[in-house]
């Protein structure tokens, strides 16, 4: 489900942010691409966390509700649906790439995170569509108040695409997965496309339901994190999550902190945004 937001989302406005990937000023290549979506931690928040792991220049477009309100994002693209990333160099450049699942994997080849064996290349790919299923937890903590029997409910039917499943098997094989690896990524000794991939489905399942992930995914999930360009992106380049959805509030954890990333506001106060 690409569109977890739509124009009954209501929020205070505020301009839109562009934001450029942070790089030293005696290289300061131009930029490569355009990443068009929200200011929420959604569908486009892996794309901005392999982007920033690759150290790929690129310009941050967060539309605001206003200007989805005024039907901006239908008149920008065809399909009316974000993430879109849009190409700024080469022979294609101008073209606009949409969905999530295929903007990550071209990413993956371009920046040489996704394996050339095929067999391996598909086990990483069934790790990056495993995290897919997992989707419908970004509308639970971007757009709703926390609510015990909704979580409840959740957990028991809303992994899967399509019908529903319950979470825990799913994380089971979440866990098998990484260990038929070796246990450190997806990727095998290195990260890949699919860590970035689950590393933010999990997250947001952390935030709504903590303690939930067995130690073998909160120990890959610290090493994720603790990489140097991601724990940069964490702590400093990551805006606020935006409050989005007639009843929501933004992104937030009960506990005042992570094991693997920065302190996180609890969500006792409506009114306030969470850290970056």
């Not at 942070?22 to 931690?41: E, I, K």
């Not at 067995?214 to 805006?239: G, H, N």
Request: with cysteine; net charge neutral; charged share 25%.
């Amino acid at each position: 489900m690409e569109k977890e937001a739509d124009s009954r989302s209501r929020r205070p406005e505020r301009p839109h942010r562009t934001m450029k990937a942070v790089l030293p000023a005696s290289t300061a290549p131009a930029p490569r691409y355009v990443v068009h979506y929200m200011d929420v931690r959604a569908r486009a928040e892996p794309i901005h966390l392999l982007l920033h792991f690759a150290d790929v220049p690129y310009i941050r477009r967060d539309f605001t509700m206003a200007e989805l309100k005024a039907g901006a994002r239908a008149k920008a693209f065809p399909t009316s649906q974000v993430p879109v990333l849009e190409l700024l160099d080469g022979p294609h450049a101008g073209a606009q790439l949409t969905q999530s699942g295929s903007i990550m994997r071209y990413l993956a080849r371009e920046h040489g995170l996704v394996a050339a064996d095929a067999v391996v290349a598909a086990r990483q790919d069934a790790a990056f569509e495993l995290a897919q299923e997992f989707g419908k937890v970004n509308p639970m903590v971007n757009m709703y108040k926390r609510d015990e029997a909704r979580t409840a409910d959740f957990l028991s039917q809303g992994a899967g695409n399509g019908s529903g499943y319950a979470f825990a098997p799913k994380l089971d094989a979440a866990v098998a997965m990484l260990d038929a690896e070796g246990g450190k990524f997806f990727g095998g000794d290195t990260p890949c496309y699919a860590d970035f991939n689950m590393w933010h489905y999990l997250d947001n399942l952390d935030t709504l339901v903590p303690d939930i992930l067995a130690p073998p995914l909160v120990a890959w999930m610290t090493r994720v994190a603790a990489l140097p360009p991601i724990d940069e992106y964490l702590r400093a380049k990551r805006p606020d999550a935006a409050k989005m959805g007639a009843d929501g509030a933004p992104i937030r954890s009960v506990r005042a902190d992570k094991p693997w990333g920065p302190a996180v506001k609890a969500d006792d106060a409506p009114g306030d945004k969470a850290a970056a």
